[in-house]
């Protein structure tokens, strides 16, 4: 009996779950999203070649891999159809290798102006939410009105979309917005949602499934699945910075309601972090730096978002948010990103304890979830050297790959965190990586 392996985001998102996941994929029969949607933004980089998936698993590369849309994710028809034919114009065709769930939940064109109104409404206070509709559609969800994929096939999905659309539209107008003049990606309202309808017209050529019968049958045979996370643990709606949070279960457990997975089927949790920390959308980020360090983190690292290209917001390592997330998740595995963009860097940081009502404390108190924590730095050297020049010296197996100063800033992390690192990236390539 084979288990799922689970890949998922320790920080705030975007730690680079879409490069590790095509660069996995080759050890894997089937990749499957478990929640999330078209919040997330995975980019894959190899060849020249960039890409950046939204509702669909980061497999899709790889040609054979079975790519799945799990129940608990939600779709944006039009979205969707736009990513699949992105990648058709790249060549690459998805066929029938892409699968979705009859249970993942529909956003609707008016989930999309609901979330717009509510960030509205919320001023100063708003999320900084994508505006892809995430909130209201697992609102939605959870309140017993959503429509779902399987309902696309029903003879009544029409009368069910109208009834919630005027819903939604009442919503709207008691938050005392107008639908007239609204606009949605640029469009009136009217030309999104014939988009939209298109769009559902258009994934009907993909099979619709019981993926939790698939997966678990698939398991059965002894087929390699991989659980691909969206967003990061900080983001968490339970464990998360709320209510500057996803709408979903990110950690480990929402793979077994988003898959239909039982928790003893649970295999590897592989868990990715950069080697320092980003954040887009409000709410607090203790190590955040809003000096000139900061911004260097962000030009090196081309911090700006996959999805909506705002700044991201950059900081240090925080180590007890990381210990936090590799508890929730049990991870096995830890995965180090972006190294190489402090290569130039004299001194490094990292949080190792947070001053709170006067204490130093290695727990995230409740207030963090609203309150912004003082952290308590630990200082090392940085290792002022690549490990892409490295990989060209060690083809006559003189040197190791890896600096002695940043195995240093590895250890003292596997330490303090107490899970090995066995998977570092030093660049965007699907190549660029060193197994440790
Ligand atoms: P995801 O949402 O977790 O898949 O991450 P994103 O794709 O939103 O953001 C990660 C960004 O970092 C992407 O632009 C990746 O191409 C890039 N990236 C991934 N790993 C590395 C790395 O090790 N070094 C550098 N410099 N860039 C990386
Ligand atoms: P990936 O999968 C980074 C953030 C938003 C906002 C909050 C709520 O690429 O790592 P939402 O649209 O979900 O209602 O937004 O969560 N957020 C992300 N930040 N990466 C993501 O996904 C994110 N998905 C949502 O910026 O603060
Ligand atoms: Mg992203």
């Known amino acids: 009996m084979n288990k799922i392996d689970i890949l998922l985001g320790l920080q705030w998102g975007d730690e680079g779950k879409g490069k590790v996941v095509d660069a996995l994929t080759p050890n894997y029969d089937i990749v499957a999203r478990f929640q999330g949607g078209p919040n997330a933004g995975h980019t ?8 950046v998936l939204h509702n669909i698993p980061s497999g899709v590369l790889t040609p054979g891999c079975v790519n799945i849309i799990g129940n608990g994710v939600i779709i944006e028809p039009h979205i969707l159809k736009g990513e699949v034919e992105g990648l058709k114009q790249a060549g690459f065709s998805l066929g029938k290798t892409l699968m979705i769930s009859n249970r993942a939940h529909l956003i609707l064109p ?3 102006a609901l979330d717009a109104a509510n960030e509205k409404a919320l001023g100063k206070m708003k999320i900084g939410s994508t505006l892809k509709g995430i909130g209201p559609t697992y609102t939605d969800k959870t309140a017993r009105k959503g429509l779902r994929i399987g309902d696309i096939a029903m003879g009544d999905f029409m009368a069910k979309y109208e009834k919630l659309k005027q819903a939604h539209l ?5 938050l005392g917005f107008d639908m007239n003049g609204f606009q949605l990606d640029g469009m009136d309202f009217a030309d999104y949602e014939k ?3 298109e769009g559902v017209d258009y994934i009907r050529q993909f099979p619709f499934i019981d993926s939790e019968y698939y997966i678990n049958e698939a398991l059965d045979q002894g087929k390699k699945v991989l659980a691909e996370g969206a967003q990061g643990s900080m983001l968490d709606v339970d464990f998360g910075s709320y209510p500057f949070v996803t709408s979903s279960n990110v950690i ?3 793979v077994c309601n988003g898959l239909g997975i039982a928790p003893n089927r649970i295999g590897k949790v592989y868990g990715i972090f950069k080697a320092y920390c980003t954040r887009v959308g409000t709410g607090p980020f203790p190590t955040e730096l809003f000096d000139a360090t900061g911004e260097t983190l962000r030009q090196n690292g081309h911090e700006f978002g996959a999805t909506t290209g705002r700044p991201r917001r950059c900081g240090w390592l ?3 948010a990381l210990k936090y997330a590799v508890m929730l998740s049990g991870v096995t595995d830890l995965m180090m990103m972006k190294s190489d963009v402090m290569d130039e860097f004299e001194t490094i940081k990292v949080a190792t304890a947070y001053r709170y009502n006067g204490q130093e404390t290695q727990h995230l108190p409740f207030a963090a979830c609203t309150e912004t924590m003082e952290p308590v730095y630990a200082e090392l050297p940085g290792w002022r050297e690549k490990i892409e020049d490295r990989r060209q010296e ?3 197996g003189r040197k190791k790959m890896i ?5 240093e800033y590895i250890e003292f992390i596997e330490n303090y965190v107490g899970v090995p690192i066995k998977f570092v990236s030093y660049g965007p390539d699907r190549t660029q990586n060193i197994i440790r």
Request: glycine share 6%.
């Open 44 to 51: 894959i980089e190899f060849e020249g070649k960039k890409f």
């Open 195 to 197: 988009l939209w309808f």
């Open 252 to 254: 480990a457990a929402g």
């Open 318 to 320: 925080d180590l007890p």
């Open 403 to 407: 600096p002695e100063r940043l195995e």
């Open 170 to 174: 009442q919503q709207i107008a008691s």
């Open 110 to 112: 008016t989930h999309r």
């Open 394 to 396: 060690t083809e006559d």
